[in-house]
């Protein structure tokens, strides 16, 4: 009993205290430019993307992987590059580059960059064998949000025929008043 008082009585102190303190309030300053911007840096780096977000940007601007770069679409059966299907498995994004390339473009689920390098390389070997003529070439582009140590041995390996790439999205607010 005498202790539940005396825990009582400290409380109480510690209360009153904290109530007698006086507030100080802070005057609310704007952050300054640098500020603004490494706040808007933060909150674009922390927000996550869907890999589904990153096929549908890339099926409509196949461009932003490097320039030229578009759609392939098969003049015989009218087959359209997007979600192009193989047997060893759906094509991303199947394109062709300025060159005449056929370029096999896949986005890698969240980590899961062992098995798309794996499916990556079956399926430009798939467009290579059915696709390709003879002077064409077939390379790929696997876009990864991030890459452990040892697959980047890999992907050094296939430097060649694959390249490897990650995205980094930007948020940009404009006044509609003009």
Request: charged share 25%.
């Amino acid at each position: 009993m005498s202790t539940t008082m005396t825990n009582q009585k400290v409380r109480g102190r510690a209360t009153k205290k904290a109530r007698a303190a006086p507030r100080v309030r802070k005057e609310e300053v704007p952050p300054s430019e640098e500020e603004s911007v490494s706040l808007v840096s933060s909150a674009s780096l922390s927000m996550p993307v869907d890999p589904s977000q990153i096929r549908h940007l890339i099926s409509e601007r196949p461009e932003l992987l490097e320039p030229e770069l578009c759609v392939f679409v098969d003049v015989e059966s009218q087959h359209r590059g997007v979600g192009f299907e193989t047997e060893v498995g759906e094509i991303d994004l199947l394109a062709r580059s300025s060159s005449g390339d056929l370029v096999v473009v896949m986005v890698a689920d969240v980590d899961s960059a062992d098995e798309s390098i794996a499916g990556m390389l079956q399926r430009v070997g798939w467009v290579r064998k059915h696709l390709c003529s003879p002077e064409q070439r077939a390379r790929g582009i696997l876009l990864v949000d991030r890459i452990d140590e040892a697959s980047r041995y890999t992907a050094a390996a296939l430097s060649d025929s694959v390249s490897f790439l990650t995205w980094r999205l930007s948020l940009q607010f404009e006044s509609l008043l003009g």
